[in-house]
C-alpha cells in the first residue's frame, strides 16, 4: 500500500527534491555572493531575514490564492515567481534589491511546500502518513544537501549559480504539471491560538522559536562564519552539507526514541550534545577542515530533530482536531524567531564578535536543554506518545487547506465578535396561542 502510495505522488516528490535543491543553494550562494560583494555582516544578516518574513507571509496569505485558483496553477505561477526573484538578484546586485527579492522567494516557496504537504496529506491514511512524510523529509534534505555541493563547482562570483537555480525551478514544474493526482480536499480544522499552546505546552512554543533562531542564524550567517575562518568556497559548500547530512541520518531515529521514552528527555538530551558539539566548533578554525565536517554532521543530526521533537511534544498535550491548528501556530512562533535569529548574530559579528558565533549557538540550545529537563518536574509525562512528527522543512509548513481555513478565521473573527450574543437561558419564554383545530368543531 505505502509504495503504490508513493509511487502515485512520485511526480510530487520528484519537484519537490528538485525546489529543495534550489532552496538549499540559494541561502548558501547569496551568502557568499554578499561577503565577496563586500556587504557588511549586519547587511547580509537583514538580507537573509528577508527570506524568513515572506516565508511567514506566505503561510498566511496565499492559501486565500490557493483556494482561489487551484492549487496546481498556483504551484505554476509561484515557481514563476521564485525564478524570477533569483534571476533579478542575479542581474541587479544591490542590498535592497535582494531584500525584497529574498523576501519574494520565501513568500513563494512557503506557499509551494503548503502546497506540496497538502498533496500528501489527501492522498496518505493514518496508517502510513508519518512513513509517507519521512520519505518527503529524506529526498527534500537530499536536494538540499546536493543543492550545497553544486555550488562548490559553480563560481559564485558568476551569474551562473543563479541561472542554474532558475533553470531548476523551471524544470521542477514539469512533473507536477504532468501529474493526474487529484488535488487536495477542503477541511475545516479547529483553530489553536498561540495563547492556548504558552499554558498547554509552552516547551514546545519556547523549543520552536529558539531552534529556527538557530537555524536562521546558520543559513543565513553559517557561510559567512566559515568563510571568515579560512574555508574555500568549495569547502564551505561541505561545511553547510555536513550539518544537513548529519540531520538526514539522526532525523529518524531520533523521532522514534522519542516515541519510547519521555520525549522531553530526548529534547535535553539532543540540545545538550549539540551545545556541547557547538562549543567544540567554536575552538576550530580552517586547518582542520575535515574535523570540522565531522562536527558539523553531529550538530546537524542533534539540531535538526529538535523542531520535530518540539512539534511532537506540543501534539502530546492537544485533542487530535487541535493538531493541525497547533502546527500553524507553532510555524508563526518558529518564523518570528528565525526572523530574529540571522540579523541578531549579524549584528554580533558586526562588532568584531565573530568568534562567539557558535558560542551564541551553544547557549540557546542549553537553554533548550535546561528548560526541557525543568518541564519534566513540572508535569508528568504525557498518557499517549504516538504522534511522531517529520518536520520537512526549516520553517515546517502546516496544510494548505488548514492555512486556508486559519486566514479566513482570522478575517472573520472581528465581524463575529461585534454580534450581540444572548445567552439561552435570558431568552424570556412566550406563550404562542395555539390556533383552534377546525375539525374539533366539527
Avoid at 542564524?217 to 561545511?239: C, D, E, H, K, R
Wanted: hydrophobic share 50%; charged share 10%.
Amino acid at each position: 500500500m505505502l509504495r503504490q502510495q508513493i509511487r502515485a505522488v512520485s511526480s510530487l516528490l520528484t519537484t519537490m527534491t528538485l525546489i529543495g535543491l534550489c532552496v538549499g543553494m540559494t541561502s548558501t550562494l547569496l551568502s557568499l555572493r554578499a561577503t565577496i560583494e563586500g556587504f557588511s555582516t549586519m547587511t547580509t544578516g537583514v538580507i537573509m531575514s528577508a527570506y524568513f518574513i515572506g516565508f511567514l507571509f506566505g503561510t498566511t496569505r496565499a492559501p486565500k490564492d490557493i483556494r482561489r485558483v487551484g492549487f496546481i496553477r498556483a504551484f505554476g505561477g509561484l515557481a514563476a515567481l521564485a525564478s524570477a526573484a533569483v534571476l533579478v538578484q542575479s542581474i541587479w546586485v544591490d542590498p535592497v534589491v535582494w531584500f525584497v527579492t529574498r523576501f519574494i522567494s520565501g513568500f513563494a516557496i512557503s506557499a509551494m511546500f503548503v502546497i506540496a504537504e497538502s498533496w500528501l496529506n489527501t492522498m496518505a491514511d493514518n496508517k502510513n502518513r508519518g512513513a509517507m512524510l519521512s520519505v518527503y523529509l529524506v529526498l527534500i534534505y537530499a536536494g538540499l544537501i546536493v543543492g550545497q555541493l553544486i555550488l562548490g563547482i559553480a563560481d559564485p562570483a558568476t551569474f551562473v549559480p543563479f541561472v542554474i537555480i532558475a533553470l531548476l525551478i523551471n524544470l521542477s514544474l514539469i512533473p507536477i504539471l504532468a501529474s493526474i493526482s487529484a488535488e487536495p480536499n477542503s477541511s475545516s480544522p479547529k483553530k489553536v491560538p498561540i495563547s492556548f499552546l504558552l499554558k498547554q505546552a509552552p516547551l514546545g512554543i519556547a523549543a520552536a522559536f529558539t531552534i529556527q533562531a538557530c537555524y536562521a542564524m546558520f543559513y543565513g550567517i553559517g557561510p559567512v562564519y566559515a568563510t571568515y575562518i579560512g574555508l574555500s568556497v568549495a569547502q564551505v559548500t561541505i561545511f553547510m552539507a555536513a550539518f544537513i547530512f548529519g540531520g538526514l541520518v539522526f532525523q529518524t531515529p531520533v523521532g522514534l526514541l522519542s516515541d519510547r521514552i519521555d520525549r522531553r528527555l530526548v529534547l535535553a538530551g539532543v540540545a545538550g550534545v549539540g551545545s556541547v558539539i557547538a562549543l567544540i566548533l567554536s575552538q576550530l578554525d580552517g586547518t582542520t577542515p575535515y574535523l570540522i565536517f565531522l562536527f558539523m554532521a553531529l550538530l546537524g543530526g542533534c539540531l535538526l530533530p529538535v523542531y520535530s521533537l518540539a512539534m511532537a511534544h506540543t501534539n502530546d498535550y492537544l485533542e487530535n482536531d487541535q493538531m493541525l491548528g497547533a502546527t500553524g501556530s507553532i510555524i508563526k512562533v518558529g518564523g518570528i524567531g528565525a526572523i530574529i535569529g540571522a540579523p541578531s548574530v549579524a549584528a554580533l559579528m558586526q562588532f568584531g564578535a565573530v568568534e562567539f558565533f557558535f558560542v551564541l549557538m551553544a547557549a540557546l540550545t542549553t537553554f533548550i536543554c535546561v528548560y526541557s529537563i525543568y518541564r519534566t518536574t513540572r508535569r508528568p509525562k504525557a498518557v499517549d506518545q504516538g504522534h511522531s512528527v517529520f518536520s520537512s522543512l526549516a520553517p515546517a509548513t502546516p496544510s494548505g487547506e488548514m492555512l486556508a481555513t486559519m486566514v479566513e478565521e482570522d478575517s472573520d473573527e472581528f465581524a463575529e465578535d461585534d454580534e450581540p450574543h444572548v445567552p439561552l437561558d435570558d431568552i424570556p419564554e412566550i406563550d404562542i396561542p395555539a390556533y383552534p383545530d377546525k375539525n374539533q368543531d366539527k
